[in-house]
Nanobody, 120 residues
Framework: QVQLVESGGGLVQAGGSLRLSCAAS????????LGWFRQSPGKEREFVGA????????YYADSVKGRFTVSRNNARNTVDLQMNNMKPEDTAVYYC?????????????WGQGTQVTVSS
């Protein structure tokens, strides 16, 4: 049974930092991208950042570039999201996602999500 378990959500003030972690288990994640999506109330889920298999450089949504950092550990099947200089518009449920290369993330494995709230 594949599981992606997020941790580290919570409340932070604008300008502050928060780190999310995700542990993936239940199968091999070779050739899978690992990353993060988020969803705010009334909005669709949006891509945040990810690391593709075999490509060390992460890629990000424009809205978080320069503020968020995704890091992946293939030996442990973990992916972290370091969020700095946070803004109220970063408030959302954050999801850890694993998806096979050349497929849509929406077809992949999703965690249950963790709430992140940024107060102004």
């Amino acid at each position: 049974q594949v599981q992606l378990v997020e941790s580290g959500g919570g409340l932070v003030q604008a300008g502050g930092s928060l780190r999310l972690s995700c542990a993936a288990s239940g199968r091999s994640f070779v050739n899978f991208a690992l990353g993060w999506f988020r969803q705010s109330p009334g909005k669709e889920r949006e891509f945040v950042g990810a690391v593709a298999w075999g490509v060390p450089q992460p890629y990000y949504a424009d809205s978080v570039k320069g503020r968020f950092t995704v890091s992946r550990n293939n030996a442990r099947n973990t992916v972290d999201l370091q969020m700095n200089n946070m803004k109220p518009e970063d408030t959302a449920v954050y999801y850890c996602v694993a998806w096979f290369r050349q497929t849509s993330a929406h077809e992949g494995y999703w965690g249950q999500g963790t709430q992140v709230t940024v107060s102004s």
